[in-house]
C-alpha cells in the first residue's frame, strides 16, 4: 500500500511540474495568456484518463503557473479551480475519451472570460472571450489533448499508471 501513495504522490508531482514547464514555455511565446490562451500545458488535462494523480497534479501545477507568470490573485484562485474542475470530469468520463476531453474546454470557457473582464479589466464582451478562451482551449485541450491520448495509448503500454 505505501507503494501505491508513493507513485501517486509522484506521478501528481511530475505532472505538476510538466505543466508549470509547459505554460511557462507557452507564456515566453506569448501563448499563455489574454483572450486566446494556447497553453501547450492545457494538452494534460487528459491525463486523469490515465492516473487519477493528474486531478491535483494539474491543479498544482496551474497554481504554481499562474503565480509564476504574474498572473493576479482571482486568476490564479479561478484559473485553479477551472483546471480542477476540468480534471474532475476527464477523471469522470475517462471511459469515454472523446467526451472526457470536453469538461477542461467547458470549464475554462465558461470560467476565464470573467477573470480577463473582471479581475484584468480587459476590454470587450463576455461572449467574445468565451469564444476566444474555447477556441484556445479546442486546440490546447481536445486538439494537443486527443494527439496526447493516442501517444500514450501507443507509447505508454510500458508505463504503469495505477
Known amino acids: 500500500m505505501k507503494h501505491?501513495?508513493?507513485?501517486?504522490?509522484?506521478?501528481?508531482?511530475?505532472?505538476?511540474?510538466?505543466?508549470?514547464?509547459?505554460?511557462?514555455?507557452?507564456?515566453?511565446?506569448?501563448?499563455?495568456?489574454y483572450a486566446v490562451q494556447v497553453r501547450f500545458s492545457e494538452a494534460l488535462t487528459v491525463l486523469p484518463i490515465f492516473t487519477p494523480a493528474a486531478i491535483p497534479g494539474l491543479f498544482i501545477g496551474c497554481l504554481i503557473s499562474n503565480l509564476l507568470s504574474g498572473c493576479v490573485i482571482w486568476d490564479v484562485i479561478f484559473g485553479s479551480i477551472a483546471t480542477l474542475l476540468g480534471a474532475l470530469g476527464t477523471y469522470l468520463l475517462r471511459r469515454h475519451k472523446l467526451p472526457a476531453l470536453l469538461p477542461p474546454i467547458l470549464a475554462n470557457t465558461l470560467i476565464i472570460p470573467f477573470v480577463l473582464v473582471y479581475a484584468y479589466g480587459a476590454e470587450g464582451a463576455l461572449p467574445f472571450f468565451m469564444l476566444t478562451v474555447g477556441l484556445g482551449e479546442i486546440i490546447s485541450c481536445g486538439i494537443l489533448g486527443y494527439l496526447l491520448i493516442g501517444l500514450m495509448n501507443t507509447k505508454g503500454k510500458g508505463i504503469k499508471w495505477k
Open 4 to 33: 501505491k501513495g508513493i507513485l501517486y504522490l509522484t506521478q501528481g508531482a511530475i505532472i505538476a511540474a510538466l505543466y508549470v514547464v509547459l505554460t511557462l514555455l507557452a507564456n515566453m511565446l506569448g501563448l499563455a495568456n
